[in-house]
């Protein structure tokens, strides 16, 4: 409940501050270019740009300057808002970045130790069937299938060249099958996995 009302909050803060900016910057920033554009079509034409604009705001009535402050108003209040959503979006990023990091850094006998969970899978290999000793395009699938299971639940870590039991079977029976036989082509053959389906 406080982290949603912190979420509004800081929209409404930001909604406010683009509208504040709206009346002070956008609103002279028009008067300006309509200063250059038309100033010699003007009745009287001014000597400078500070000169038209201070006649403006002192020979207009409040009522006029009301519906153009408004109108300013909403337009930065909307640009205010797209900044705290584009914020919203950069803040999720940072926080997948850092989680990846973490990831990233964990120690993996240790990690393989704890073993299988429901953040942690093992699959001993990417499209070499062991029983057979031959490439079997039907287990990319089951890597496919595990990855959206980890997508689907709260995310999670998927080791391909360990075993349901923990023993490191490594993944250069993959890497054979392979036109590229190293990790960048493993690495390869996984994305274009994940990507055909």
Known sequence: MKRIFHRHRSMLVQLA???FLGVLLLH?????VFY??????????????LSFM????QTSTFQELVPMNAVFAVLGAGLGVVIFFYNR??????RRAQWLE??????LPGLIATGENERLEFKSTLR?????KRADKALEQVIVKSIAGLMNHRGGSLLIGVSDT???VGISADCETLRHKNADGFERALMDIVRSC
């Open 89 to 94: 979006i950069i803040e999720t990023e940072q």
């Open 28 to 32: 002279p920033l028009t008067m300006l």
């Open 166 to 168: 923990g023993d490191a």
């Open 17 to 19: 501050i683009g509208a």
């Open 36 to 49: 250059f554009e038309f100033n010699e079509e003007l009745a009287a034409p001014y000597s400078n740009a």
């Open 128 to 132: 070499w069937n062991l029983r057979e």
């Open 102 to 107: 973490r990831e990233l850094n964990v120690n």
């Open 54 to 57: 201070a006649n403006r705001l």
